[in-house]
C-alpha cells in the first residue's frame, strides 16, 4: 500500500508562485512514476506534469514553461513548482502514483489565484 500526501496550496494573486510537494509513504519500490492532475470547477481531471523514477519529466502545453515538476528521492517527496500562475490555473490539485498493479492518489489540495 502507498500514501500520498499533498500540500502547500493556497491563494496567490496572478503572476505569483506556489510549490506544491507531495509526500509519498508505504511501499515505494512498485512505483514507476509519479503526477500531479488538477481539476478546476466545472472541467475535467486533467494531467498537469508528471516524472518517472529515472527522471523524466512531461508537462501539459498550458503549463510548460510556468511549472516544473521534481523529486527528492531521500525524502520520498515530488513537488511542482508553480511560477507566473493565472487564474484558469485555479483547481484541486492532486498528487498521483502508478505501480504496476494499481495507482494511488491524495486527497488534493486547493490552488485559487485570484487578486
Known amino acids: 500500500q502507498v500514501q500520498v500526501v499533498e500540500s502547500g496550496g493556497g491563494l496567490v494573486q496572478p503572476g505569483g508562485s506556489l510549490r506544491l510537494s507531495c509526500a509519498a509513504s508505504?511501499?515505494?519500490?512498485?512505483?514507476?512514476?509519479m503526477d500531479w492532475y488538477r481539476r478546476a470547477p466545472g472541467k475535467q481531471r486533467e494531467l498537469v506534469a508528471g516524472?518517472?523514477?529515472?527522471?523524466?519529466?512531461n508537462y501539459a502545453d498550458s503549463v510548460k514553461g510556468r511549472f516544473t515538476i521534481s523529486r527528492d528521492n531521500a525524502k520520498n517527496t515530488v513537488y511542482l513548482q508553480m511560477n507566473s500562475l493565472k487564474p484558469e490555473d485555479t483547481a484541486v490539485y492532486y498528487c498521483?502514483?502508478?505501480?504496476?498493479?494499481?495507482?494511488?492518489w491524495g486527497q488534493g489540495t486547493q490552488v485559487t489565484v485570484s487578486s
Open positions: 498521483h502514483a502508478r505501480s504496476p498493479l494499481r495507482d494511488f
Open positions: 508505504g511501499s515505494l519500490s512498485s512505483i514507476y512514476a
Open positions: 516524472i518517472t523514477s529515472g527522471g523524466s519529466t
